[in-house]
């Protein structure tokens, strides 16, 4: 499945791990640890670990997103310890204006304040024996050797089958559209199956968005595509389907578009 991949730098297992490592650091700040680059917003990230480790309870039992969520492990600090341990300003709702003295002296904040307290909840995240994500590549870069065989997808599918369509020959559509023969009548063999199974018109939308990607990374030709490892991870999604769509299920295109965009933005934080 797609959202199994989305986590670009982590395997589950690792997510499991630290999710185990950091009881009480909670979701949203966990997410923020595993990628302190990431320019979107850390919730779309607590929510794909979420999905993780609901899935992990049900298998296992074990409630690790309840761990990871729990007050248990949370302090309770004055307003100055706050400041001093997080380098931040109080959270809003526990604001006190101090005031002065009549010497015009500030008032001691703990002093006057001694039973406002400020909950603080684990501040160091604990990596471990796992690689943290200052020091780790991408897996999406790590999981690809430069063999890696992946379709080519550049021709004009859509036009092959509206010539076909037309009544033109196979090798009337190699002259025309100056395509290699042998090209042209693999696919189209394909295609025409494809179209008995009822399945060519979703086949054509995956080709389409698949290869809209590879023009958005500015490839140019099959080689560059096969050097570049963010397209080496949609061909690692989608190829299956692509070489017979009748027996694989068709990837969500939401969910594709998604898994694109997050492996761009993973690769160029590296």
Not at 32 to 40: D, H, N, Q
Not at 213 to 230: A, C, I, Q
Request: with cysteine; proline share 5%.
């Amino acid at each position: 499945m797609i959202g199994d991949c989305v986590l670009a730098k982590y395997t589950e297992e690792e997510i499991i791990e630290l999710a185990r490592l950091n009881p009480g650091f909670g979701i949203r700040r966990m997410a923020s640890e595993l990628y302190p680059r990431r320019k979107t917003d850390a919730n779309e990230l607590a929510s794909k670990i979420t999905i993780i480790l609901k899935e992990h309870e049900e298998e296992i039992g074990e409630d690790l997103f309840g761990k990871l969520q729990s007050t248990e492990y949370t302090q309770m600090v004055t307003e100055n310890e706050y400041r001093r341990i997080t380098g931040k300003n109080i959270p809003r709702g526990y604001g006190r204006r101090a005031g002065r003295n009549r010497g015009g002296q500030r008032i001691n904040r703990d002093i006057r304040h001694k039973m406002t307290m400020i909950p603080i909840p684990p501040q160091e995240f604990n990596w471990g024996e796992i690689e943290p994500a200052e020091s780790r590549p991408s897996h999406i870069e790590k999981k690809f050797k430069p063999e890696y065989t992946i379709l080519n997808l550049r021709f004009p599918f859509s036009k092959f089958w509206e010539m076909w369509m037309d009544g033109h020959s196979r090798g009337e559509i190699n002259r025309e559209l100056e395509i290699p023969y042998q090209a042209v009548q693999k696919w189209l063999n394909r295609m025409i199956i494809f179209d008995e199974e009822g399945t060519l018109d979703e086949w054509l939308e995956v080709v389409e968005i698949v290869t809209w990607f590879s023009k958005d990374r500015g490839l140019g030709s099959l080689e560059e595509e096969r050097d570049d490892s963010v397209m080496l991870f949609i061909h690692s999604i989608v190829d299956d389907y692509l070489v017979s769509p009748g027996d694989d299920e068709r990837p969500d295109l939401k969910e594709l578009t998604e898994a694109y965009r997050f492996a761009c933005e993973a690769v160029e934080n590296e």
